[in-house]
């Protein structure tokens, strides 16, 4: 199939990239390079053999989209290009609706012009909020408690209220939960720009020597430990569920909302005791309060992917630190390293 890929060069799109690629899909990307790096494409050539086209343009130009639609005729959409710091979408949101909102009306108005049915969009287990029992099913209500989370509410909302316009139309709405790990081949990974928003990026750069020590924010709430538990999920087994969606939105139509996470949730300490065994280094911790807006812990329900999707993750605790680790260690400087 042809599948268009918005924010393709970006963490999760690049590994989503190598999956399809893989599964002998035509791949094109469409990435301003906001967040990422054009070697990124370098690598995803080396690591696959498929046919990968990349234009660099904004997903919020019109006549960008409608270049990249005419000329590369999309089967499929996925649509990650966006926004996604928590702490940056309360001080920015005019930016963030305007990436997150307009750049989902953009490219829902050019697949209108060119007549594409299918999308599969990068939503957030953030569109919870707190939560009213765990795990979170896709029946959970939506409650976001930050700018990002809303902006992905809006744009899920906005997909749903499209798909009805269409009879043919299918529209798959991923709720990822906490993306971690890195490509098997160390040639793919995350590396945020400055401090790490996330626990992962910044527990490999306090392995790795370039931060003194993890800041484990809160170790008094109500878990077996004290501090948060997440979902986190290999972000090789949320690519495949990318390339799942693909498949599945090809059988379906309307709009179909999945979690995309493990099922299983671990702590802050769980998280550093793997990292320390996948490592070999200390990662001194320094516990601080807790965050205005975290929440104590988050959880899938991941069955629905299962049963309807027939994806499964596969990744354990220890591919995703000993992943972490090759990626970070191999290319302290992310895609800036020597390679
Ligand atoms: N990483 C997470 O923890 C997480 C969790 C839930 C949802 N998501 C969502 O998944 C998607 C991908 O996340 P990621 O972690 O790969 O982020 P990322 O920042 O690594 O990737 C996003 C990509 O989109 C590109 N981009 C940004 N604005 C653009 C624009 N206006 N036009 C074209 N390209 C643009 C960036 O350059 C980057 O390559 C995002 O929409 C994010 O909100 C991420």
Redesign the pocket.
């Known amino acids: 199939m042809r599948v268009l890929v918005?924010?393709?060069?970006?963490?999760?799109?690049s590994h989503t990239l190598v999956e399809l690629l893989g599964q002998a899909h035509e791949v094109c990307v469409?990435?301003?390079?906001?967040?990422?790096s054009p070697e990124v494409l370098n690598r995803v050539r080396q690591l696959s053999n498929g046919q990968l086209t990349d234009y660099v343009?904004?997903?919020?130009d019109g006549s960008m989209l409608d270049q990249v639609m005419a000329e590369f005729k999309p089967d499929v959409v996925i649509h990650?290009?966006?926004?996604?710091a928590v702490g940056d979408s309360m001080t920015n949101p005019l930016g963030y609706y305007d990436?997150?909102v307009r750049?989902t009306l953009q490219l829902l108005s050019a697949m209108d012009r060119h007549n594409v049915r299918r999308v599969i969009f990068?939503?957030?287990?953030?569109v919870y909020g707190e939560p009213e029992y765990l795990p979170y099913d896709e029946a959970h209500p939506t409650n976001p408690t930050s700018v990002?989370g809303r902006t992905?509410l809006v744009a899920e909302q906005i997909i749903t209220d499209w798909s009805r316009t269409h009879d043919d139309a299918c529209a798959v709405l991923l709720r990822?939960f906490?993306?971690v790990g890195a490509h098997a081949s160390a040639r793919m990974g995350?590396h945020p720009d400055g401090v790490p928003n996330?626990l992962m990026p910044y527990i490999a750069q306090v392995a790795v020597g370039k931060r003194e020590a993890l800041q484990v924010f809160g170790d008094d709430y109500d878990t077996p430990d004290g501090t948060g538990l997440r979902d986190y999920i290999h972000v090789v087994d949320l690519a495949r569920a990318h390339v799942a969606a693909v498949d599945y939105s090809k059988r379906q139509t309307g709009a179909q909302v999945f979690n995309v996470g493990t099922g299983q949730s671990y702590s802050v300490h769980d998280m550093v005791k793997a990292f320390r065994t996948a490592s070999g280094q200390p990662i001194p911790c320094v516990i601080k309060p807790r965050r205005a807006g975290d929440i104590a812990a988050m959880q899938a329900n991941a069955a629905r992917a299962n049963v309807e999707m027939g994806w499964k993750a596969t990744h354990d605790l220890n591919d995703m630190a000993r992943s972490t680790w090759d990626w970070q260690s191999k290319n302290p400087d992310g895609y800036d390293s020597a390679s």
């Open positions: 918005t924010g393709g060069a970006g963490y999760i799109g469409l990435d301003n390079y906001d967040n990422s343009g904004d997903v919020r990650f290009a966006g926004l996604k990436v997150n750049g990068s939503s957030s287990a953030t990002y992905k990822y906490n993306p995350e996330n």
